[in-house]
């Protein structure tokens, strides 16, 4: 009698589709975890970033929309910081308008004649705000010495410019003509030397705060006008003065003393032997 053979199981080779189907799975919760932690740091970022912009845009500083579609958390702290320093500089920045608006008011007052003369120039620039003292008025040809007159303008300038919160920059320029002669070799010399005479009449008969002015000369390197031409050359010929906010004082903390700790009284060792048998 033959036995009955036992029926073979059919090797299943698609088994792995199972493993296959679960990290796929696996692959598409963890991309929309990502896609919705990204989106809610993107919206924070969103508010905050629009919550900025209409502080900023309230005060004035700035206008326009913040690139913020693509800013990570780090970016937006470093563009906060950025438009919150903008507008603080802004602001600061307007008070100083408003201040050189009163100041302008001031010297047109003082100095009316020169200014119709063409002997003053005034302007505001990013520097600040700048008193041109063309050579016309105040310097001859080659010369640092100033003219007869120069010192009743310069004390006007100087009673106007006396006030709380300001500073002065005198800063001497010249033309690109080359110069030697026995006084000055260069136009190095030439800027220098009018800038200190400006300066020193200044201090010395406008009693200008000596702590709140400086000198220095540029010679023909930065100029107003160009030197092809005469009238170029006479505009670059000048003493500026560059008035300026006075920078805040840097107070330092002075540093403690550390107290060295007296000795104590130093116990002889004899007599503690002695105490010590007296006791016993």
Do not use: C
């Not at 029926?7 to 990502?34: C, G, I, M």
């Not at 206008?63 to 693509?70: A, K, V």
């Not at 920078?247 to 004899?270: C, D, E, G, L």
């Amino acid at each position: 009698m033959s036995r009955r053979r036992g029926h073979q199981a059919h090797a299943n080779h698609e088994r792995w589709l199972v493993s296959y189907a679960d990290f796929v799975t696996l692959l598409f919760a963890f991309f929309v975890v990502l896609f919705a932690t990204a989106y809610r740091d993107n919206q924070a970022i969103r508010k905050l970033s629009r919550a900025i912009r209409d502080g900023f845009q309230t005060m004035g500083a700035f206008s326009g929309d913040l690139p913020i579609q693509n800013m990570t958390n780090r970016e937006a702290d470093e563009a906060s910081k950025n438009l919150q320093n903008q507008g603080e500089k802004e602001q600061a920045a307007t008070i100083g308008a408003a201040d050189m608006q009163k100041l302008r008011h001031d010297l047109e007052l003082a100095l009316g004649k020169e200014l119709q003369n063409h002997e003053i120039v005034m302007q505001v620039t990013p520097e600040g705000f700048v008193i041109s003292l063309k050579e016309l008025g105040f310097f001859d040809s080659g010369q640092a010495t100033l003219l007869p007159g120069a010192a009743d303008k310069l004390k006007r300038i100087a009673k106007v410019l006396d006030r709380p919160g300001l500073e002065v920059r005198v800063e001497g320029h010249s033309d690109d003509q080359p110069i030697h002669t026995d006084q000055f070799q260069s136009n190095w010399e030439l800027s220098t030397a009018r800038a200190m005479s400006v300066l020193l009449l200044l201090v010395n008969q406008g009693h200008f705060d000596p702590t709140r002015i400086s000198a220095s000369g540029y010679g023909q390197y930065r100029p107003v006008s160009d030197n092809s031409t005469p009238e170029g050359r006479r505009m670059n010929r000048r003493v500026d003065l560059v008035v300026v906010q006075a920078r805040q004082p840097v107070t330092q903390t002075p540093t403690p003393v550390a107290q060295t700790p007296k000795p104590s009284a130093a116990v002889s060792p004899i007599a503690s032997i002695t105490k010590v048998g007296h006791e016993m």
